[in-house]
């Protein structure tokens, strides 16, 4: 595993062409289509089906295609794990790890990610999750995606799609949203989960969806294996919320921003968003207190809409 920061989409390798966007995505695509016919013809010179690699990498049979069509860019570890499935020679896989971290070197903007579909994004994060044992979450905009109701996501879905142009995969990606929230009921996982009180009340959805999530986060709340803890406005702040953060088993941190998804996977880094996520906890309410606030929002959802 790298030991150095890297940005998932950062622009320092050249770009095919200097043309307008349109020449940028075809590019990236092009190189994208023929890195999934190269591990097509691995899969298939190892005599194997599409389903027949995905039950051994315990893949959903629809990531197999999505990678061989060139509708979504596999990982490093997909790529190893691929080569191995299909005994495929150490310098067959250093070459087409270096492809594909030069396609996450172009693929430089959630506007590019975004138009492989909403649900292969949702499908990407769920690999990395069932690989992951302990979550640390903070997110200070929007309800985590684990915990999301369905009409919370849908209504998030439909600001991403404009935002961004994505392909209008709604009610896919909502289908994959809720079936990674399996994973809370896996035991041998653990989740900690941060939100400010504002996040509760930003109405991002209308207000009989917002009532629902919040009962949905307090039912979340006792679950054994999650903390879940809430930030109250009273809270004298540690530093500012500039932005949220996943903590992935201490290996590594994905920071969203607006154009941009960062994996750092330094050890510096990954101390420094531990650090903060532990002042978080210092000042969040848990367990009786936290859902205390949430009914505290509710009743005030409440009184809003009775007038």
Known sequence: MSTRSERIGGHHAPLLSRGGEGDRVSGFQQVRTDLGAQLRQLREAAHLSGKDLAERLKWQASKVSR???????????????????????????????????????????????????????????RDLEMRTTLFQVFEPGVVIGLLQTTEYAR??????????????????????????????????????????????????????VMCGQLDRLLAVTALPNVEFGVVPFEAPLPSALLNGFWIYDRDQVA?????????????????????????????????????????????????????
């Open 67 to 125: 990678i061989e069509n060139a509708r979504q860019t596999p990982t490093e570890d997909d790529i190893t794990r691929w080569g191995q499935a299909v005994q495929a020679t150490p310098e067959t896989v250093e070459e087409l790890i270096e492809q594909v971290s030069g396609l996450m070197e172009r693929q430089d903007s959630w506007r590019q990610r975004h138009r492989s579909g909403l649900a292969a994004l949702q499908e990407d994060i």
């Open 255 to 307: 920071v969203p921003t607006r154009t941009r998804d960062l994996v750092l996977r330094d050890p510096e880094d990954i101390a420094f968003y531990e650090r903060a996520f532990e002042e978080f906890c210092e000042i969040a309410a848990f367990r009786e207190e936290a859902r205390a606030v949430i009914v505290r929002v509710l009743s005030d959802f409440a009184r809003q809409s009775s007038n």
């Open 155 to 208: 209504s998030i879905f439909t600001r991403i799609k404009r935002l961004y142009n994505a392909p209008d995969e709604i009610d896919a990606a909502i289908q994959v949203r809720m079936q990674r929230q399996q994973i809370l009921y896996d035991q041998s996982k653990k989740f900690r989960f941060i939100l400010p009180e504002a996040v509760l009340r930003y109405r991002l959805a209308p207000l009989d």
